[in-house]
């Protein structure tokens, strides 16, 4: 089946310390790999996405790598900031644009 | 340009009882899609609805329902409600084309008592 595992929070950071947050997936075929933000008291934003293998997904400072032999999406960045606090999702799509599977959700929160 | 919107924000049922729920896409997007977010959970999906049929479905009874209308809005209807079905009912649109780029609105918050 389809499956998104995420790194369980939640994540306590200072700021400008370096984030990772670990994702790894389950698919059959060739799925396309997301992450999404919540921000307090807003909807789901897509953050970045990657289509296919060793694409790179990069945006605000953030970045995520697909990698196929490890079925991994790990999102990264460099310095982190306050603003950055949120809950960030980790997705999968297989392509056709039906149905997206979600993972748990990793609480972030970036302290000055 | 106004984005996902969701109507009600919040609505208290009782066991047994029916609820319809309402989204309408961000402009010129014409694909609508339901998930059911438990606390402290990541979206589930329900249904995806484009030209008014429901073209893919998750896990969910049938006790679940959806309608979209030609102006691409949607309901997700929810019969002989359970305590269980209380969560966040997140509505996302999107372009069939550049289905990649879901929007997601803020979501209907539904207790059920």
Not at chain 1, 47 to 55: E, R
Request: proline share 4%; with cysteine; glycine share 10%.
């Amino acid at each position: 089946g389809n499956s998104v595992t995420q790194m369980e929070g939640p994540v306590t950071l200072s700021e400008e310390a370096f984030l990772t947050i670990n994702c790894t997936y389950t698919a059959t075929g060739y799925p396309s790999l997301f992450w999404y933000v919540q921000y307090p008291g807003e909807g789901l934003q897509l953050l970045l996405k990657a289509t296919k293998a060793d694409d790179k997904g990069s945006n605000k400072g953030f970045e995520a790598t697909y990698r196929k032999e490890t079925t991994s999406f790990h999102l990264e960045k460099g310095s982190v900031q306050v603003s950055d606090s949120a809950v960030y999702f980790c997705a999968l799509s297989r392509n056709t644009g039906n149905q997206f599977y979600f993972g748990t959700g990793t609480s972030l929160t970036v302290i000055p | 340009d106004a984005g996902v919107t969701q109507s009600p924000t919040h609505l208290i049922k009782t066991r047994g009882q029916q609820v319809t729920l309402r989204c309408s896409p961000k402009s010129g997007h014409d694909t609508v899609s339901w998930y059911q977010q438990a606390l402290g959970q990541g979206p589930q999906f329900i249904f995806q609805y484009y030209e008014e049929e429901e073209r893919q479905r998750g896990n969910f009874p049938d006790r679940f329902s959806g309608h979209q209308f030609p102006n691409y809005s949607s309901e997700l209807n929810v019969n002989a409600l359970l305590l269980g079905d209380s969560a966040l009912y997140l509505c996302a649109s999107s372009f069939r084309d550049r289905w990649y780029e879901q929007y997601f609105g803020p979501g209907t918050r539904l207790t059920v008592t």
